[in-house]
């Protein structure tokens, strides 16, 4: 099991900053993949970024260089940075982390509570 801890959320003006953080503990050996994730009111859950074990990234194109995300291995951290920030980030932040699927069990997300982030015109 894994357990994921999302903080850093809150009011922003349009063009702030805000750092989220997720916290993750147990079994993190297992885990390959994480990510953050949004949903808006009325929208589904989009996938922001994501950072792999060797540390490569993906963006989604709405965030790309504004956004950025980070992993500290000791501390068994994840960080989102957002600058530049847009009404249209609005959401519930939520981290996630993926164990990956293997020849005798399926892939598996694990999900933070998420922590709203609003950014005001």
């Known amino acids: 099991q894994v357990q994921l801890v999302e903080s850093g959320g809150g009011l922003v003006q349009s063009g702030g900053s805000l750092r989220l953080s997720c916290a993750a503990s147990g079994s993190i050996s297992s885990i390959n993949v994480m990510a953050w994730y949004r949903q808006a009111p009325g929208k589904e859950r989009e996938l922001v970024a994501a950072?792999?074990?060797?540390?490569?990234?993906n963006y989604a194109d709405s965030v790309k260089g504004r956004f950025t995300i980070s992993r500290d291995n000791n501390k068994q951290t994840m960080y989102l940075q957002m600058n530049s920030q847009k009404p249209d980030d609005t959401a519930v932040y939520y981290c996630?982390?993926?164990?990956?699927?293997?020849?005798?069990?399926?892939?598996?997300?694990?999900w933070g509570q998420g922590t709203q982030v609003t950014v005001s015109s």
């Open positions: 996630n982390a993926v164990r990956p699927g293997t020849w005798c069990s399926p892939r598996y997300d694990y």
């Open positions: 950072i792999n074990s060797g540390d490569s990234t």
